[in-house]
């Protein structure tokens, strides 16, 4: 029996052992990635400086077009995250002040992703191989409920998000394989699709009255003496329960809203997303309003 139990306690050495070696090579290659995404190129880069940064979810990716910024003369990148939520928008920009980047507006995307203050888990995991090197990284993701075993259990966070920050993602990065996401200054055009889902029914969604991730990311602003802009972005005609619109001015009075200053479906490749034409009016408006100086 006893040496049955020091067999065991030395399997289970062993893999320990495999797992901080592998959760330290790991983690040393998502150190060298500068290309692929808009996460470690933040993560691992030097002071910028911005005259305009747009943060959000898809609905900022699609909606804001970097390059008609670029021409009136304003230093701008899109830093939009498809499917990301809030809480990873607030994280994206607690990095750039941590990497001392200087930013003298902020444009946010808040309408949709008002009505929750939950981690996107695809986007977040993006984070995590850092989790043990970034303070602030460490400090957003505490009040997490999984945090304890995603920071202290070797290897844990590659293991459990193997799709994203996986073995196939270490490849990638491995053989200097590139994305689209930092192209155009992170602008991700759209195209119309016969088949885009025109239809759409926010009837049962509500902001919430405070959202935490929402309000870190406006104290933020004021404390960096940073320019803050939160718009809401446009929905095509069909939408049913438009007046949700409506509920964010109500509890967010200082949000702009611009959810109809598009809306003709031709202007949409689906129901919440412009396509590049109606991305390109949308921003014309945005920069007649708050950029014409």
């Known amino acids: 029996m006893k040496r049955f139990l020091i067999y065991i306690l030395k399997i289970l050495v062993i893999t320990v052992l495999i797992a901080v070696v592998l959760d330290g090579l790991y983690t040393a290659v998502f150190f060298k990635s500068q290309n692929r995404g808009k996460i470690e190129t933040v993560v691992n880069s030097k002071p910028q400086n911005y005259d305009v940064v747009i943060l959000g979810s898809s609905r900022a990716n699609n909606h804001f077009v970097s390059e008609m910024f670029e021409e009136k003369g304003l230093?701008?990148?899109?830093?939009?995250?498809?499917?990301?939520?809030?809480?990873?928008a607030s994280l994206?920009?607690?990095?750039?002040?941590?990497?001392?980047?200087?930013?003298?507006?902020?444009?946010?995307?808040?309408?949709?992703?008002?009505?929750?203050?939950?981690?996107?888990?695809?986007?977040?995991?993006?984070f995590l191989?850092?989790?043990?090197?970034?303070?602030?990284?460490?400090?957003?993701?505490?009040?997490?409920?999984?945090?304890?075993?995603?920071?202290?259990?070797?290897?844990?966070?590659?293991?459990?998000?193997?799709?994203?920050?996986?073995?196939?993602?270490?490849?990638?990065?491995?053989?200097?394989?590139?994305?689209?996401?930092?192209?155009?200054?992170?602008?991700?055009?759209?195209?119309k699709h016969k088949n885009g889902n025109m239809k759409n029914n926010i009837v049962n969604l509500n902001p919430l009255s405070h959202n935490k991730y929402y309000e870190e990311i406006k104290a933020i602003c004021k404390a960096n003496k940073i320019n803050f802009i939160a718009v809401m972005t446009p929905m095509c005609e069909n939408v049913k329960g438009m007046n949700y619109f409506e509920k964010v001015k109500k509890k967010y009075p200082e949000i702009y809203n611009y959810e109809n200053v598009?809306?003709?479906?031709?202007?949409?490749?689906?129901?919440g997303h412009m396509n590049d034409t109606g991305a390109k009016i949308f921003t014309a408006r945005i920069l007649k309003d708050f950029f014409n100086k």
């Open 75 to 88: 230093k701008t990148f899109n830093y939009g995250m498809s499917g990301g939520h809030l809480f990873e």
């Open 92 to 126: 994206m920009l607690k990095l750039m002040i941590e990497r001392k980047y200087q930013i003298k507006n902020i444009i946010l995307e808040a309408d949709l992703n008002l009505s929750n203050d939950k981690e996107a888990d695809g986007i977040s995991a993006k």
């Open 129 to 191: 191989p850092y989790i043990h090197n970034s303070e602030v990284i460490k400090e957003h993701f505490e009040p997490q409920a999984n945090f304890t075993e995603l920071y202290y259990v070797p290897f844990y966070r590659y293991v459990k998000f193997d799709g994203k920050i996986g073995f196939r993602e270490i490849c990638k990065i491995l053989m200097n394989e590139k994305t689209n996401a930092l192209d155009n200054q992170g602008y991700y055009p759209l195209v």
């Open 262 to 271: 598009v809306v003709e479906n031709k202007y949409f490749s689906s129901c």
